[in-house]
């Protein structure tokens, strides 16, 4: 099992574009969820989704847009990047049972200028 | 409030020593608690859930006080390898959602 692969590792971007940052997990599990990294910050939840077709808002969900159309993938998609969505972010997997283990991705390290 | 909290340290201590962390948690209703170990610039990964009896694991014990709404995490004979930052996790209360603290960092010296 490859676990959570999130592509790419690094990416820098200018004010206004527009990127997906990809998630894929080979577990079979329900949940996944995007969180961000800051320094001070902890982990910040994004989005989550509990299965293929449902998603909702975690803590910081504005700026970016998530959709779950199968099991394995959960993109996060940046529509006008800003400066302030400089971060690491991270993508998790776990079966839905809320006392199981996420299993985290190596992350994604964005630069926006 | 924050609903998770932790003291961000740093806490140095020397190799051998027993180090203690403690995290408190505002919501009530929360089910599931653990501890997550992240090394610098890596991605979190479980330590240890934390049960209601608490539990222990080699030198790690993790307790649970329902009635203060904290857990604690004990590491004893600390070892250089040891040095990461200790995350904080609560879940439930109604919630699927994750709930981190910012993190304890342990440097531990040689």
């Known amino acids: 099992n490859a676990g959570v692969t999130q592509t790419p590792k690094f990416q820098v971007l200018k004010t206004g574009q527009s990127m997906t940052l990809q998630c894929a997990q080979d577990?079979?599990?329900?949940?996944m969820s995007w969180y961000r990294q800051d320094p001070g910050m902890g982990l910040r939840l994004i989005h989550y989704?509990?299965?293929?077709?449902?998603?909702d808002q975690g803590e910081v969900p504005n700026g970016y847009n998530v959709s779950r159309s199968t099991t394995e993938d959960f993109p996060l998609r940046l529509l006008s990047a800003a400066p302030s969505q400089t971060s690491v972010y991270f993508c998790?997997?776990?079966?839905?049972?809320?006392?199981?283990?996420?299993?985290f991705g190596p992350g994604t390290r964005l630069t926006v200028l | 409030r924050k609903e998770v909290e932790q003291d961000p340290g740093p806490f140095n201590v020397p190799e051998g020593a027993t180090v203690a962390f403690n995290c408190t948690y505002s919501?009530?209703?929360?089910?599931?608690f653990f501890w997550y170990r992240q090394d610098c610039r890596k991605e979190p990964k479980l330590l240890m859930s934390?049960?209601?009896s608490g539990n222990e694991d080699g030198r790690f014990t993790a307790q649970l006080n329902r009635a203060s709404q904290y857990i604690s995490l004990l590491i004893r004979d600390s070892k250089l390898s040891d040095s990461a930052t200790y995350l904080c996790?609560?879940?439930?209360?109604?919630?699927?959602?994750?709930?981190f603290g910012t993190g304890t960092r342990l440097k531990v010296l040689a």
């Open positions: 998790a997997s776990n079966l839905v049972a809320s006392d199981n283990e996420q299993f």
């Open positions: 577990m079979n599990h329900e949940y």
């Open positions: 989704s509990v299965g293929a077709g449902i998603t």
């Open positions: 919501n009530s209703a929360s089910q599931s």
């Open positions: 934390v049960y209601s």
């Open positions: 996790v609560v879940n439930g209360g109604g919630t699927y959602k994750y709930i």
